[in-house]
């Protein structure tokens, strides 16, 4: 029994001594760690059970002293339990601190498990307990469970970060998640170290790498721009500098911050001539500069680029800002009534725009904006509200505005009288289009076509699907040429009315492949221009044929567009082309009918015969006529009919180019990209026309020009 005794007195004695040490190492510790310790709260526990805070002022090895209630304490380490905080709310009431002293027991006896159930209980006692936190975070990572030890972590350098050195901690878990690939996490470590431990000697290569990792792999503008710019500040000597330094310029241009784009990026490039990133940065100026209406320094830092790359993708870029340096871009800013452009028409020198809110009217032969203002003001006042003009028809005695909800509009240009012709009147108040000549006026609705004869006291006369062969009511375009009415349906049916028989019929052309929709047409010399797109092959085009619908031939524009408003979203003029006639070798056919030489991305199709009969009538295949498919073959005593000699130059504009045709030589293509951004949206074409050597393009963002000579 007394040996019992004795040996539980000696092991009280020990334990005792083993905390002592421990107390005296770990105030040795801290004392090390944190000189500022005057900043510094100390919890004094008693053996008694008593429990005083103050401020720590310092330690021998044998006493210590705090400050409490503005005097100086000087106690013996034995017989005390002493622990450091920053925040007295993080201190621990007795229940919490007896879970927590558990905690530390179990660990001693090699329970974990156990430990961690009296860590959870302390931390229920009190939330903000950064030791228990601590305990816990460890036993988590000792299991390799990252996550959770991640988030324990997390808490103590938010709770306490300043008796607490994380980051190896922090480190190593970044580390491991950024060789995952788990770039988020790897980030969310790295920021800790740079929030809470910012004098630690990693600090200036983990704020470079987080930056990167920001950028590159996490698209977080707003977090990685502060944090780069404070990097290469801080630390310019540093191989990633350059990097960094590319990147801020780069960020800045991507969020609207030009100005500050432009000084870095000129900074850049003068410190790193010969950087990787060098053409990338003059190609952002240039960008930035066209942005800020800078068109002569676009192109100038554009064209030193195109000429001095000899990557191709680079040059293409250069190429496309050259191209938007070539656009003007009118908007409201510039007075437009607004900026959705619905209808656009030409009259000599001037151009007729339409908008939801009117009409407007505009000189163009100085290569400026001049609005004119009485004709559009007698014109939008003509209505009881501003006409939501859809379609303009003019020559140069009179012009016709169609709207959607008051009819139609004329206006006598010798006389400047108006009339108008509203749903009251028997017009319909939707006028999708209007076409005139010396001899009729036609209107395409959504009921159907009326046609007004001129001179003629009878009322107008009117074609629909129940009193004729016209082939849809609701009509989108139509178009009149000296023998024939060319329409074209909303869903894409293509109708035609013979002037010299008057009947109507729909065009049919084995030449236009099943699933084309033809949304266009347009007269240039002695041909008819479709458009046309076909959603099923995703691709588009247009066809050529003459005016009385004979001799097609469809060339396909693009392939592979997804979106159908891309696809359907195509227009074409064209004029007699009266350039001098270039020497060029005759393009030959191959077996498979494709002409050669033919610009890759522009395929021109086989042509077939065309058939045009009453709608009612059964069309009647011609055995030696094929739908065209490229593998098959043609057979060669079939001779093929020939295309149409009339040399023509084409326009052809889309949401994404602007392209020109000369269709003499197969290969004369060019293209330029069509402005990227318009006021505040991506391009979308309404409807086009070309005048006095200028393109001019309606758009749902405003409208643009730029010369095609």
């Known amino acids: 029994m007394l040996h019992q005794t004795l040996e539980k007195n000696t092991r009280r004695k020990k334990q005792k001594i083993f905390h002592l040490f421990a107390l005296i190492i770990s105030v040795a510790l801290f004392v090390y760690q944190h000189p500022v ?27 210590f002293e705090i400050e409490y209630q503005g005097q100086v304490l ?85 709770l306490d970060a300043a008796n607490y050195d994380l980051v190896p901690f922090f480190q190593e878990l970044g580390d491991a998640a950024f060789a995952s690939g788990d770039y988020a ?28 990792l920001l950028v590159e792999q996490l698209e977080n503008t707003t977090a990685a721009l502060p ?6 500040s801080q630390y310019p000597d540093r191989s990633e500098h350059e990097r960094a330094f590319f990147l801020i310029g780069k960020l800045q241009a991507a969020t609207d911050q030009l100005e500050e784009a432009l000084y870095t990026l000129q900074g850049f490039v003068v410190r790193y001539p010969v950087s990787e990133w060098v053409y990338e940065a003059r190609l952002i100026r240039a960008e930035v500069n066209l942005k800020l209406g800078r068109v002569v320094e676009a192109a100038s830092e554009a064209g030193l680029i195109y000429e001095s790359s000899i990557d191709e993708t680079v040059r293409e870029r250069a190429k496309q800002i050259l191209d938007q340096t070539r656009w003007i871009v009118y908007t409201d800013a510039d007075g437009l009534p607004d900026n959705q452009i619905q209808a656009i028409a030409s009259d000599n020198t001037r151009l007729w725009i339409g908008t939801p809110k009117g009409i407007m009217l505009f000189e163009t032969a100085y290569d400026k904006w001049l609005p004119i203002e009485d004709e559009p003001q007698l014109i939008n006042s003509a209505v009881e509200a501003v006409p939501d003009v859809r379609s303009i028809a003019v020559n140069s005695q009179e012009i016709w505005i169609g709207t959607r909800s008051q009819g139609a509009i004329h206006y006598n240009k010798l006389t400047n009288e108006i009339q108008t012709y509203s749903p009251i009147d028997g017009l319909p ?36 699907t129940q009193n004729s062969h016209l082939p849809a009511n609701d009509i989108e375009t139509l178009i009149l040429t000296p023998t024939r ?120 199709e086989m042509v077939e015969e065309i058939v045009v009969v009453p709608e009612e009538e059964v069309e009647m295949e011609d055995p030696s006529e094929s739908e065209f498919f490229p593998e098959m073959e043609v057979i060669e005593e079939e001779p093929l009919p020939p295309i149409p000699e009339v040399p023509l130059v084409l326009w052809i504009a889309t949401n994404d180019m602007f392209y020109t045709h000369q269709t003499r030589a197969a290969d004369a293509w060019t293209y330029t990209t069509t402005p990227r951004i318009v006021a505040g949206g991506l391009m979308a074409i309404q409807a086009f026309v070309v005048a006095n050597n200028r393109a001019w393009i309606a758009t749902a963002n405003g409208l643009v020009t730029m010369n095609v000579q």
């Not at 302390?122 to 030890?149: R, S």
């Not at 008819?528 to 959603?535: E, K, S």
């Open 74 to 158: 000087r106690l013996p380490l034995a017989g005390h339990s002493i622990s450091f905080t920053s925040n007295l709310s993080h201190v621990a009431d007795r229940t919490a601190a007896k879970y927590y002293r558990n905690g530390l027991q179990l660990l001693e006896l090699g329970l974990p498990e156990r430990a961690k159930s009296r860590f959870e209980a302390a931390i229920e006692e009190l939330p903000k307990y950064p030791a228990a936190h601590y305990q816990l975070g460890l036993l988590h990572k000792a299991d390799g469970d990252n996550a959770n030890a991640f988030e324990r972590f997390r808490s103590v350098a938010i």
């Open 429 to 464: 108040g939707w006028v999708r289009d209007i076409s005139v000549d010396e001899t009729e006026i036609w209107f395409a609705t959504d009921i159907g076509i009326i046609r007004q004869i001129r001179g003629s006291v009878d009322p107008p006369l009117v074609y629909n």
């Open 37 to 63: 310790y005057s900043e510094q709260y100390v919890v004094v526990d008693t053996e008694n059970g008593d429990r005083i805070t103050g401020t720590w002022r310092g330690a021998t090895d044998t006493h």
């Open 485 to 604: 009415v060319w329409c074209i349906s909303v869903e894409g049916i293509v109708g035609t009315f013979n002037r010299e028989i008057e009947e109507w019929y729909t065009y049919h052309s084995t030449g236009l492949r099943e699933g084309m929709t033809i949304v266009g047409v347009d007269v240039a010399a002695d041909q008819l221009l479709f458009t046309w797109f076909n959603a099923d092959e995703k691709s588009n085009g247009y066809f050529r044929a003459d005016l009385d619908g004979g001799n097609g031939r469809p060339t396909t524009l693009h392939t592979g567009v997804d979106d159908e408003s891309k696809l359907r979203n195509i227009y074409i003029r064209g004029d007699l082309d009266t350039s001098p006639i270039p020497v060029v070798e005759e393009a030959s056919v191959d077996e498979e009918g494709i002409e050669e030489g033919i610009e890759e991305g522009i395929e021109a």
């Open 185 to 212: 996490r790897a980030v969310d470590n790295y920021q800790l170290i740079l929030t809470y431990y910012p004098g630690h000697s990693v600090i200036p290569g983990l704020s470079y790498l987080t930056g990167f």
């Open 227 to 232: 944090l780069l710019e404070s990097a290469v």
